[in-house]
């Protein structure tokens, strides 16, 4: 396992972040999904968007019960900084349910675990786009979180792929807009711009949030259907790696220029 791509448990208060070798099952990531992660990029001095990243993560906590020693989180930046400075890096962080059980929890204390890969971004521009067959989302009170149990995006992932496409459209379970398979979906018509509302069951992503609060008064979210996408001058997705513009959805072609508001909300 080389340095970049390494697994670090946080194993107490005192002992801190731990390098791991093994990994303790079963457990309740393993065996329910029950837990939150955060996908993150580290640019080398900081972690980008930590801020959001921190406040989805003590939200979806306290949606699942889970409880956690917060204040080691703030210091999880500096720690990354002084180990991986100048490294431009992936991180994922999961913090889930200790122990076992079943259904049942033992306890609402979590364990949480880092996961460091070398960073590689999106493409400026996906080339097919097409909206899903096989797969709807359903508004939960956890659906805007990033849970441990993603099968809805690994099924969307699979239809992609099985469809050589380049992007996936996911509409919920009334046929609107929701989101794509990983990313937020955003269009613009005119110097106006609308992504889905959370509750179409999408997930409330950091680079969603970055968009919304970088141009507030541009953006218009709300419950949108697939007709009203494709009457878009422009349409991307985002994550907190950026933005990637959709070419083309089935036969329709889009405007693939870069839009400058989003260039300066993720140099």
């Given at each position: 396992?080389?340095?970049?791509?390494?697994?670090?448990?946080?194993?107490s208060?005192?002992?801190?972040?731990?390098k791991?070798?093994?990994?303790?099952?079963?457990?309740?990531?393993?065996n329910?999904?029950?837990?939150?992660?955060?996908?993150?990029?580290?640019?080398?001095e900081?972690?980008?968007?930590f801020?959001?990243?921190?406040d989805?993560?003590?939200?979806?906590?306290?949606?699942?019960?889970?409880?956690?020693?917060?204040?080691?989180f703030?210091?999880?930046?500096?720690?990354?900084?002084?180990?991986?400075?100048g490294?431009?890096?992936?991180?994922?962080?999961?913090?889930?349910?200790?122990?076992?059980?079943?259904?049942?929890?033992?306890?609402?204390?979590?364990?949480?675990?880092l996961?460091?890969?070398?960073?590689?971004?999106?493409?400026?521009v996906?080339?097919?786009?097409?909206?899903?067959?096989?797969?709807?989302?359903?508004?939960?009170?956890?659906?805007?979180?990033?849970?441990?149990?993603?099968?809805?995006?690994?099924?969307?992932a699979?239809?992609?792929?099985?469809?050589?496409?380049?992007?996936?459209?996911?509409?919920?379970?009334?046929?609107?807009?929701?989101?794509?398979?990983?990313?937020?979906?955003?269009?613009?018509?005119?110097?106006?711009?609308?992504t889905?509302?959370?509750?179409?069951?999408?997930?409330?992503?950091?680079?969603?949030?970055?968009?919304?609060?970088?141009?507030?008064?541009?953006i218009?979210?709300?419950?949108?259907?697939?007709?009203?996408?494709?009457?878009?001058?422009?349409?991307?997705?985002?994550?907190?790696?950026?933005?990637s513009?959709?070419?083309?959805i089935?036969?329709?072609?889009?405007?693939?220029?870069?839009?400058?508001?989003?260039?300066?909300?993720f140099?």
């Open positions: 396992m080389s340095e970049i791509d390494t697994v670090y448990v946080f194993l208060k005192e002992q801190g972040w731990r791991m070798t093994e990994f303790p099952v079963p457990n309740r990531a393993m329910f999904g029950d837990g939150l992660f955060e996908t993150m990029v580290f640019d080398g900081k972690i980008r968007f801020s959001f990243h921190l989805r993560l003590i939200r979806g906590m306290k949606i699942l019960k889970l409880e956690a020693d917060k204040s080691g703030e210091k999880l930046e500096s720690w990354i900084a002084d180990k991986y400075a490294k431009k890096l992936r991180i994922r962080w999961n913090l889930f349910r200790s122990g076992s059980g079943r259904y049942t929890p033992e306890t609402n204390q979590s364990f949480q675990t996961h460091f890969q070398e960073l590689t971004f999106a493409p400026a996906k080339s097919l786009t097409s909206f899903a067959e096989s797969i709807s989302l359903y508004p939960f009170p956890w659906s805007r979180f990033k849970t441990l149990n993603a099968l809805p995006y690994v099924m969307a699979q239809e992609r792929e099985n469809r050589k496409l380049d992007e996936l459209i996911l509409l919920d379970h009334t046929g609107k807009v929701a989101e794509a398979s990983a990313s937020n979906i955003f269009w613009r018509k005119g110097k106006k711009v609308y889905p509302a959370l509750i179409s069951g999408c997930i409330e992503g950091v680079g969603r949030q970055a968009i919304i609060s970088k141009i507030p008064r541009l218009t979210e709300g419950v949108f259907g697939p007709n009203d996408l494709l009457k878009a001058d422009q349409v991307w997705v985002s994550n907190v790696t950026g933005v513009y959709l070419e083309k089935d036969s329709l072609e889009f405007s693939t220029d870069k839009w400058d508001p989003l260039t300066e909300i140099q």
